[in-house]
């Protein structure tokens, strides 16, 4: 018994030598292992570039991008469906809202970059960059180089700038609603008569081949932007009016006149809805005007308060003339004469001062009333709810009296005939030229071959019938 508890002691006193060995040649082992293979280095933080970037500057392009798409709907839905016949109100509508949707995916996909990438076609080089051609290129196609970019290696989010102060996803989408309600506007010409899926083709090859051409030659880097002086074209009164308005014209000629246009009555059916548009247009229009300076600056607080003067005087002339022509203003004039005064506006709110908004307002006003009534009657066409006398005639005289009114006050960089810029006038006629010529032609060329292949109007018992029912299988109005 002795002998085992002497063994166990011991036992129990070589552990206790040999247990602090053990453990300083694992520290030693840890500690060697340590040194040969050091901890990884930390990941870069993640970092989100967007080099210049204005916050109110962006705000307020959010909110203008947000203006401007809700002129096409409910804006331009409700003005335009209050004038046709309510067998016809949903075509109207849907017009207006698939216009939102196709439109949209068509500029995304390539028709930003056909209206702002470099020139593609006519071009030459000009600070490495091709300027000065009739389109742009597809250096942004799918939107690359307008999306932002994530570069793995530094961690780093990239959101490119266009212009400086903006992102250029901004910019583009702000463009986009501008190409969602031009070609929206046409369907004031052919409304109650053509067929849908004909409608669809021909908005998207008009959109192509002459609205992105357009919008190069002027607000990108093409031939018009690049002479001396370049004319001057705010908002869109080249782009937009006249090109949708003399585009309006061609399409009412071809497609030819509703089935009784002369020979029975075609009142709106509800104006209601039209005031309600006219309204909603109205104040979508400063997001246009005002938000095309893409800057919270003064000139935009210029072209906003131009642009409510002009849309003002506007419904002061329409109105007077009926007034004194009928001895009655109607509801129907007073919308008119503010649609008509937005859009002689829209090329020269942010060059003219206010004052000459409400001259170029009272203008309008008088000279859209006299193209919608004494030269339609006389020429006997039948563009439905008057794009080419609101649209065509106001975007022409809008760009024409930018060369006349024109002011240094407003923006140093311009002036026109009244401060003795002779070239500047001279400008503007010459870009009225090209942008009705381009119009014109353009829209005659798609129209024909679509009538040859899908045929432009529906069948005379579709258009009895009315195309909500024709062509949608709904109606506007359901009495229970």
Same mark, same amino acid.
């Given at each position: ?299 935009? !607080? ?6 409510? $003067?002009?849309? *003002? /005087? +506007? %419904?002061?002339?329409?109105?007077? &003339? ?29 060059? !003219? ?6 001259? $170029?307002?009272? *203008? /309008? +006003? %008088?000279?859209?009333?006299?193209? &919608? ?42 002036? +026109? ?64």
């Amino acid at each position: 018994m002795l002998c085992l508890r002497s063994a166990l002691l011991a036992v129990a006193t070589l552990c206790l030598f040999v247990s602090p060995l053990m453990a300083d040649d694992e520290a030693a082992t840890t500690e060697e292992t340590t040194t040969e293979a050091p901890p990884e280095a930390a990941a870069p933080a993640p970092t989100l570039v967007a080099e210049g970037l204005n916050q109110a500057d962006t705000a307020w392009m959010l909110v203008s991008s947000a203006l401007v798409l809700m002129m096409t709907a409910p804006g331009l839905a409700l003005f335009y469906g209050g004038l046709v016949r309510k067998k016809n109100i949903l075509g109207v509508m849907m017009q207006c809202i698939f216009m939102m949707g196709l439109m949209s995916v068509v500029w995304a996909l390539f028709g930003y970059s056909l209206a702002f990438a470099p020139s593609a076609v006519g071009g030459f080089e000009k600070d490495g960059v091709m300027v000065g051609g009739y389109i742009g290129g597809f250096d942004h196609v799918l939107l690359k180089g307008v999306m932002a970019v994530h570069d793995e290696a530094t961690n780093t989010t990239t959101y490119p700038m266009r212009p400086a102060n903006i992102p250029a996803l901004l910019f583009m989408v702000y463009q986009g609603m501008f190409f969602i309600i031009t070609p929206a506007l046409i369907c004031g010409a052919f409304a109650e008569r053509m067929k849908f899926s004909t409608m669809c083709v021909f908005m998207i090859l008009w959109g192509t081949f002459i609205y992105c051409p357009l919008a190069h030659l002027v607000w990108g880097s093409g031939m018009l932007a690049q002479m001396t002086p370049a004319p001057l074209d705010f908002a869109g009164g080249l782009v937009v009016h006249l090109s949708s308005g003399v585009s309006a014209l061609i399409v009412a000629l071809v497609i030819g006149k509703r089935l009784g246009y002369g020979q029975e009555p075609m009142p709106p059916h509800n104006l209601t809805y039209t005031t309600i548009g006219a309204a909603m247009l109205w104040v979508g229009w400063f997001g246009f005007n005002a938000g095309s300076q893409v800057a919270a600056d003064a000139i935009a !607080v210029n072209a906003f308060v131009a642009t409510h $003067l002009a849309a *003002a /005087a +506007g %419904v002061l002339a329409w109105a007077g &003339c009926e007034w004194v022509q009928r001895g009655k203003p109607s509801i129907l004039g007073a919308c008119s004469g503010a649609v008509a005064g937005l859009v002689v506006i829209t090329p020269a709110c942010g060059t !003219v001062s206010p004052v000459s908004g409400i001259i $170029l307002g009272l *203008a /309008a +006003g %008088v000279v859209c009333y006299l193209a &919608c009534t004494v030269l339609k009657g006389k020429f006997k066409y039948d563009d439905s709810l008057d794009a080419f006398g609101v649209h065509g005639v106001g975007g022409t005289l809008g760009a024409l009296l930018v060369g006349v009114f024109a002011t240094s006050s407003v923006n140093p960089a311009v002036s +026109g005939l009244l401060e003795g810029n002779r070239d500047q006038f001279i400008s503007q006629i010459k870009s009225i030229g090209v942008a009705a010529v381009v119009s014109v032609v353009g829209t005659f060329i798609i129209l024909k071959v679509l009538d040859a292949l899908m045929g432009l109007r529906v069948s005379q018992e579709e258009e009895l019938q009315g195309l909500d029912l024709s062509q949608h299988g709904e109606e506007g109005y359901i009495f229970m």
